[in-house]
Nanobody, 120 residues
Framework: QVQVVESGGGLVQPGGSLKLSCAASGSIFSIVLMGWYRQAPGKQREHVAT???????WYRDSVKGRFTISRDNAKNTVSLQMNSLKPEDTAVYFC??????????????WGQGTQVTVSS
């Protein structure tokens, strides 16, 4: 089994910054990718940023230039530095990881989510 735990959410004023962190632990042979999704009230969960094991990264257009995803492969962690935050960034942020087990099967695991609120 694999556990995924996020931290770092909170309340911040517009224009402020927050850093989210996520750690995966348990039965991990290797991690294929780690990323962040978010879900605002009444809306579908949407992709925010992803980092793959071969150092490719993707961002949704609305966060490009403001958010930065980074990974520590040795520690199985990923972080999301969020700058110039806007009220529309308010959501529950979820960490996603694709883990390859010892048998070679890749499975998807989600964290429990951390609330980010951008408000004055």
């Amino acid at each position: 089994q694999v556990q995924v735990v996020e931290s770092g959410g909170g309340l911040v004023q517009p224009g402020g910054s927050l850093k989210l962190s996520c750690a995966a632990s348990g039965s991990i042979f290797s991690i294929v990718l780690m990323g962040w999704y978010r879900q605002a009230p009444g809306k579908q969960r949407e992709h925010v940023a992803t980092s793959t094991s071969d150092d490719n990264t993707w961002y949704r257009d609305s966060v490009k230039g403001r958010f930065t995803i980074s990974r520590d492969n040795a520690k199985n962690t990923v972080s999301l530095q969020m700058n110039s935050l806007k009220p529309e960034d308010t959501a529950v942020y979820f960490c996603l990881t694709h883990v390859r087990g010892a048998q070679g099967v890749v499975r998807q695991y989600w964290g429990q989510g951390t609330q980010v609120t951008v408000s004055s």
